[in-house]
C-alpha cells in the first residue's frame, strides 16, 4: 500500500527555537495533505489542509503564524512550529488522501518535545 | 458538526475471546465512517470503513465493523482476539468530500495469554 513517511520521528527543541517536521508521500503524488495534533489520551485534532502550490487551509483556532506550513512539492509538505513553547508538545502526524479519496494513508507522527 | 465517541479508552481480553471496541458519531448530515488501527511506533492503517450499502462491513485481520443509522454507532468486533491485536483503535468520520477526518480519541485493546 501507499506509505507516508515523517521526518523526524522525536524531536527535542528549546523554548523560543523553531522545528520543521517534514511529510513525504513515497511511491505516490499528494496534491493535497493534511496535518493533525494528538494529545494524550485525546483524538487527532486536524489543523491544516496543506495545498500544493497554494496556501494551506487552517482550521479554526490554529494559529497560522505559528504553525506555517509549505507544500514544497507533490511528495513533500512541512510544518514548522514556530517560536516553540512547552503547550506545543505534542505528536504530529500527517496524512495524505489516496486516489480514489475514500481513504487517508498516515505517517508515523512526529513526537515533539519543548522544553 | 461532526463528533466521535469512543466510551472505553482500554479494553482488557484474553487472547481467542471476541471483543467489541464501541464507536457512536454524532452528526447532521451523511457521513462515512472509518476505523483505523496504531500498532506501537507505527502510522494509522485502514481497518474498514463504510461508505454506502451493506451495513456489514467485513475488514482486514477478520475485524467487522456494523453500521447502525438509529443507534448512530459502528461498532468494531472480532469473535477471537490474538496477541497481535495488541494496538490502538481509532473510529473515525468524514465529510462528503473525504477531506475532513474527525477521530474518536482512541481505544487500546491489550490482549493477554
Not at chain 1, 67 to 88: K, R
Not at chain 2, 11 to 22: C, G, M, N, Q, Y
Not at chain 2, 48 to 61: E, M, P, R
Request: glycine share 6%.
Amino acid at each position: 500500500g501507499a506509505v507516508v513517511s515523517q521526518h523526524p520521528s522525536r524531536v527535542i527543541c528549546k523554548s523560543g527555537t523553531s522545528v520543521k517536521i517534514e511529510c513525504r508521500s513515497l511511491d505516490f503524488q499528494a496534491t493535497t495533505m493534511f496535518w493533525y495534533r494528538q494529545f494524550p489520551k485525546q483524538s487527532l485534532m486536524l489543523m491544516a489542509t496543506s495545498n500544493e502550490g497554494s496556501k494551506a487551509t487552517y482550521e479554526q483556532g490554529v494559529e497560522k503564524d505559528k504553525f506555517l506550513i509549505n507544500h514544497a512539492s507533490l511528495t513533500l509538505s512541512t510544518l514548522t512550529v514556530t517560536s516553540a513553547h512547552p503547550e506545543d508538545s505534542s505528536f504530529y502526524i500527517c496524512s495524505a488522501p489516496s486516489s480514489s479519496g475514500h481513504e487517508q494513508y498516515f505517517g508515523p507522527g512526529t513526537r515533539l518535545t519543548v522544553t | 458538526a461532526q463528533s466521535v465517541t469512543q466510551l472505553d479508552s482500554q479494553v482488557p481480553v484474553f487472547e481467542e475471546a471476541p471483543v467489541e471496541l464501541r464507536c457512536n458519531y454524532s452528526s447532521s448530515v451523511s457521513v462515512y465512517l472509518f476505523w483505523y488501527v496504531q500498532y506501537p511506533n507505527q502510522g494509522l492503517q485502514l481497518l474498514l470503513k463504510y461508505l454506502s450499502g451493506s451495513t456489514l462491513v467485513k475488514g482486514i485481520n477478520g475485524f467487522e465493523a456494523e453500521f447502525n443509522k438509529s443507534q448512530t454507532s459502528f461498532h468494531l468486533r472480532k469473535p477471537s482476539v490474538h496477541i497481535s491485536d495488541t494496538a490502538e483503535y481509532f473510529c473515525a468520520v468524514s465529510d462528503a468530500n473525504f477531506n475532513k477526518f474527525y477521530f474518536g480519541s482512541g481505544t487500546k485493546l491489550n490482549v493477554k495469554p
